[in-house]
């Protein structure tokens, strides 16, 4: 089975590299970031953190962070698979080395481990890279996933995947895992080296909202009008959209939206002002000196980065994906006591069941179900202050994972 994996591993690559020979940008930055040959590296202890993307990350990086802290002498190697997290946080100063993870065949797995020898490795989540696993468990390497939440559907769960299952057994010393459920699956399946850690996206958004850091310019937008109520909808696509410029022509005089949509391309930018028939303008344009008037109804966020401190603006948060494959991260308006809305897509993520249940979210399929929910909220001080105590009781309920992690390892 290990061949077939690595063959695939093969193809894989070379689908990637054609690619960009075809112009894809994502393959293209892929491929030129790779890296070529043996590097230098500074002498001393390294640790290996691999995260997927961007969000995993922001996922990693409070038990980074932490970790550092504790011991201030050790390298730290931060790995990427995706651009979109290697190009946002290439510069990330608190680790030592920021790569592209080189493809999982067993020649650069043992390239990379010669070049760094790592003395413990730590995965986020998904990242089941097999010949990576293998090279670590082989060299007695201590490896370690957290934030990581398993369903009986996923494919290592089917009977032709079994040995995969397997491999992941043996070559994690620990699995932190979210939830009960997860945990239950694994020692079904014979994986008995398994804690409920819960996921340190709650950690990671707490410094934020401990950070406090302002953001000028959307706040003298605002001062334009202050007697508004304000949504701001985060990582929004097309269908959220269309449904959020419906809402607002129904409630312009009494609302206005914080737009950061998750692509923030040209062409999407033009097609959102296209979309929203009433004034807008975008935040490059307060940038670039231009002077925001009360008549602007949507401000249009044009740039990354900047989405987890704008929720602190917001009366509701509305959270795009739910119409795609799901939806995206909840807990960063969640940890500033702002209640959220999103679409029908949300049911493999557990903050979004959770805060369903506990009256601090709600999911619509179509509009009249989005202004079911939404008017209630910016018409009512008593139902949003409700659902924001509640999303700050589950906030609290739900912090201290990176601690958990790191006190089981240095305690075992």
């Known amino acids: ?23 894809h940008r994502n393959a293209r930055l892929m491929v030129q970031g790779w890296p070529r040959g043996e590097r230098k590296v ?6 290996w953190f691999h995260v997927a993307s961007l969000g995993e990350f922001e996922q990693a990086r409070p038990v980074l962070e932490a970790y550092r802290q504790r011991h201030p002498d050790r390298h730290v190697l931060l790995s990427f698979f995706s651009p979109s997290g290697y190009e946002v946080r290439k510069n990330y100063p608190l680790a030592d080395r920021v790569i592209y993870l080189p493809m999982d065949t067993p020649r650069n797995a043992r390239q990379l481990l010669d070049t760094y020898h790592p003395t413990v490795a730590f995965f986020v989540k998904y990242e089941f890279w097999y010949n990576y696993l293998g090279q ?33 057994g043996t070559c994690f010393t620990h699995l932190f895992v979210q939830n009960e459920a997860s945990l239950q699956l694994l020692t079904q399946h014979g994986i008995q080296h398994v804690s409920i850690a819960g996921d340190t996206r709650f950690d990671r958004v707490h410094q934020i909202v401990l950070a406090d850091e302002s953001v000028p310019l959307v706040e003298q937008w605002l001062a334009t009008d202050a007697e508004s109520k304000v949504v701001v909808a985060g990582s929004s696509w097309e269908p959220d959209e269309a449904l959020l410029e419906q809402y607002l022509q129904d409630h ?4 206005r939206l914080i737009l950061a949509p998750h692509v923030v391309s040209p062409e999407h930018i ?15 344009q307060l940038v670039a000196g231009r002077q925001p008037e009360p008549a602007d109804r949507v401000l249009i966020i044009d740039s990354i980065g ?11 948060a509305y959270i795009g994906g739910g119409f795609g494959v799901g939806i995206h991260n909840t807990l960063e308006a969640v940890a500033f006591g702002k209640p959220v809305l999103f679409g029908p897509n949300y049911r493999k993520f557990q903050e979004a069941i959770d805060l369903l249940a506990i009256g601090a979210a709600w999911s619509h399929s179509d509009y009249p179900t989005l202004a079911d929910h939404l008017s209630p909220l910016l018409t009512s001080t008593q139902r949003l202050n409700s659902a924001s105590q509640a999303c700050l009781q589950y906030m609290q309920r739900n912090l201290g994972s990176t601690n958990k992690i790191l006190d089981t390892i240095e305690n075992s």
Do not use: N
């Open 306 to 316: 900047m989405l987890s401190k704008l929720y602190r603006y917001a009366d509701v």
């Open 1 to 23: 089975m290990r061949l077939i994996y690595t063959l695939g591993i093969y193809l894989y690559t070379l689908g990637i590299r054609a690619a960009a020979l075809c112009g």
């Open 136 to 168: 670590l468990r082989d060299r007695g390497i201590p490896t370690y996933l957290f934030s990581s939440i398993f369903r009986k559907e996923q494919y290592f769960f089917r009977q032709s995947c079994r040995w995969f299952l397997r491999q992941l």
């Open 270 to 284: 033009s097609h959102i002002e296209q979309t929203f028939q009433c004034p807008t303008v975008r935040y490059s």
């Open 252 to 255: 312009r005089k009494q609302l």
């Open 42 to 47: 500074e002498e001393g202890e390294w640790v």
